[in-house]
């Protein structure tokens, strides 16, 4: 090489010649082999020819597509017989140098330059994190997170933990020192989610933008231990619905408005901590709320009855669900007779019948306050609610083609006045 080489102050780019471009179609200018000075100085003299020209060859091809199969290198070992069992002696080599990794899947390859910087450079001391060690560590965090969502909280679960991850340990002493009437609760599994999630983005996260497809099916994983938090928030919102919503009974609640509940010292503080949104957590309580069979009514600024969101509870036993909410196409041949047409109709009644009782049981509380401004208009609303809910449900058998029957406001109004007599 020429003695002025090792002078070489900015990285000098190495191209792979026309020859080696084969396969790909036109070239490519981001196929370029960019080779820096120092990378030259440090590993030229340590491969052999052979080497070399594989090294370059998978650089040239790094990127194109997530697998790469093993004619890409023809240009180095030919397509003789044989040829290609050189190929494995050659890969291992780089592997073992570090220079290279690779990930084989059903006979392809896919492949990661830890001496590749972010600007395309590849250098001579090691520039990126191991893919190998990221898919560990992935591996390793659901494993871990599965376990320990299967246990009990208790202190000598706690005092493993923070053995294995004394930040934790720190960071609990402050909770226990700091906390006040609306910190959340301190939830192990948690905690060490959070951790586990923030690392891996710490140490690894560089790589997911060359290696989103393999990251794919963990990066599902890591997105399922996140969702898992986001549920864990909820239910710390949820159990303290009294101190975050304007009033809240057994049966229904009244929400804030999202502006208020994103505000709130207790939603505001477990957003920051776990990383969710505050509009998620919003959104993901009044559906659990409606899971858990609460009805969540909206008020005016007088506090006076507006709208309300019904509970998804059905009122059903689960023989009525499976008849009332299975798709026509997901029912065994055969099932569409008068019997159970007679056994889809009654269950769909008994689930509007339910609702309208969430609906006017809730109207009535906020009516014997005289907190309703216009009682015509909130039966009207009800209406609407279950109609909505009920055009929801799976068409029956036989009935796609007609109207479903929908519940009448004089219904409603009946139901409302026999309740507030009685």
């Not at 017989?81 to 080599?93: E, I, N, Q, S, T």
């Not at 609990?172 to 700091?178: A, E, M, S, Y």
């Not at 503080?269 to 009044?286: D, K």
Request: proline letters at 4%; charged letters at 30%.
């Amino acid at each position: 090489m020429p003695a002025t080489r090792k002078s070489e102050k900015k990285p000098k780019p190495a191209k792979t010649g026309a020859k080696e471009s084969r396969g790909l179609g036109p070239r490519d200018s981001r196929t370029d082999v960019k080779i820096a000075g120092d990378w030259l100085d440090r590993w030229l003299t340590e491969l052999d020819e052979v080497e070399l020209k594989v090294y370059l060859q998978i650089a040239h091809f790094y990127n194109v597509r997530t697998y790469h199969d093993a004619s890409e290198l023809e240009t180095v070992f030919g397509t003789k017989k044989g040829a290609w069992r050189k190929l494995g002696a050659v890969l291992g080599r780089l592997e073992k140098l570090e220079l290279l990794e690779v990930i084989r899947h059903e006979g392809k390859f896919h492949y990661h330059f830890p001496h590749r910087d972010t600007d395309g450079f590849h250098r001579g001391q090691r520039a990126r994190p191991s893919i190998k060690e990221a898919l560990a560590f992935q591996q390793k965090m659901t494993e871990e997170l599965c376990l320990l969502t299967s246990q009990d909280e208790t202190v000598a679960l706690r005092e493993r933990c923070f053995e294995k991850y004394p930040q934790l340990r720190e960071e609990h002493r402050l909770f226990q020192k700091n906390a006040d009437r609306d910190a959340p609760m301190w939830r192990l599994w948690m905690e060490v989610s959070r951790h586990l999630i923030a690392e891996f983005e710490r140490r690894f996260g560089s790589l997911k933008e060359d290696h989103g497809e393999i990251f794919k099916g963990s990066a599902a994983q890591v997105l399922r231990h996140h969702l898992d938090v986001v549920d864990g928030v909820t239910r710390e919102v949820c159990s303290q619905v009294p101190k975050i919503f304007k009033e809240a009974t057994e049966r229904w609640a009244v929400a804030p408005t999202e502006e208020e509940f994103v505000t709130h010292s207790l939603v505001r503080r477990l957003a920051q901590r776990y990383n969710v949104g505050p509009t998620e957590i919003f959104a993901n309580t009044l559906e659990a709320l409606a899971h858990w069979g609460i009805t969540v009514v909206e008020t005016d600024r007088s506090g006076k009855f507006q709208s309300l969101v019904l509970p998804s509870t059905t009122g059903l036993t689960k023989s009525e669900e499976r008849v009332l909410f299975l798709r026509p196409d997901e029912r065994e041949a055969g099932t569409d007779t008068p019997r159970n047409r007679e056994r889809v109709r009654r269950a769909r009644n008994k689930y509007a019948n339910h609702l309208i009782k969430c609906g006017v049981e809730t109207l009535l509380a906020f009516f014997k306050r005289d907190k309703v401004k216009d009682l015509d208009a909130a039966l009207q609303t009800i209406t609407e609610k279950v109609n909505d809910a009920l055009s929801l449900l799976p068409a029956a058998d036989g009935a796609a083609s007609r109207a479903a029957p929908q519940v009448a406001l004089e219904h409603v109004i009946d139901r409302f006045d026999g309740l507030r007599k009685s």
